[in-house]
């Protein structure tokens, strides 16, 4: 509703649909570790969250939210 695109996202106990390639991401994870793929119709483990497979430059931004707008803190692309 705020006109920011991102892939879609499905909370921990969700099942994975049928359509798109999913990935599994640990709530509590960075830089790539524990991700892994899930299967369709697999639910989202506990402590996870699942997120539609997203083609493109792997990049991250790290924000604050504070109660007037957020604050972008950096932006950083992954080279492999």
Known sequence: HRGVDFPRTL?????TP??????????RGSG???????????PVPAGCVGQEFAEGAPASLLFAATNRRPICYGVTRQLV
């Open 11 to 15: 909370p921990a106990g969700a099942e």
């Open 18 to 27: 049928c359509d798109g390639r999913w990935l599994c991401k640990p709530l």
């Open 32 to 42: 790539g570790h524990g991700v892994r793929w899930l299967t369709a119709g697999e």
